[in-house]
């Protein structure tokens, strides 16, 4: 029996953890995940704010100036997505709810990776329809968006499907 009392469950993790323990190296391993994404979405982010103050900004195109109106508030939207775990722990700590706040926390993190790639995308379509003006922009942009779909979910997905026990 553990500390508080409970018998650990090996059946579904293969470890030898209470649903507390459980919890609490989910919450751990989540928050180091969301750390690498943080970083890149507020350089991103912070970056994309600059852009609207620079001189090159007033000669855009109506349909760059909407890519970047677009893009900023995704960019927005994944930076919010992205923190939100770390103000709901700070809001539900010591409520006894760990594990269901990791659950929480895996969604809005999994939302803003969403996100993430959604900013990444127009950030890359609008730089390269800046710099290039050329038709193979939205060929160049899909072969990038098809990579990191590659890398950020089939892979994982069919490590997933490959290796889980069942």
């Not at 090996?10 to 953890?17: A, D, F, K, L, M």
């Not at 349909?63 to 970047?68: L, M, R, S, V």
Request: charged share 20%; aromatic share 8%.
């Amino acid at each position: 029996m553990s500390a508080i009392g409970k018998e650990p469950d090996t059946n579904n993790t293969g470890r030898n953890e209470t649903e507390e323990e459980r919890a609490d190296r989910k919450w751990g391993e989540l928050i180091q995940e969301v750390r690498v994404a943080q970083t890149g979405v507020q350089i991103l982010f912070g970056f994309l704010l600059t852009v609207v103050f620079t001189p090159r900004y007033a000669d855009l195109a109506d349909t760059d100036k909407t890519i970047y109106i677009v893009t900023v508030v995704l960019g927005a939207c994944a930076t919010g997505a992205l923190i939100g775990p770390v103000s709901l722990h700070r809001l539900v700590s010591g409520r006894r709810v760990k594990p269901q706040s990791v659950e929480w926390a895996s969604r809005m993190t999994f939302v803003g990776l969403v996100l993430l790639l959604a900013t990444m995308t127009s950030s890359l379509l609008l730089i390269l329809r800046v710099a290039t003006h050329d038709g193979y922009v939205p060929w160049l942009v899909t072969g990038v968006v098809a990579w990191y779909l590659l890398c950020w979910f089939l892979v994982p997905l069919l490590v997933r499907q490959r290796h889980t026990t069942k």
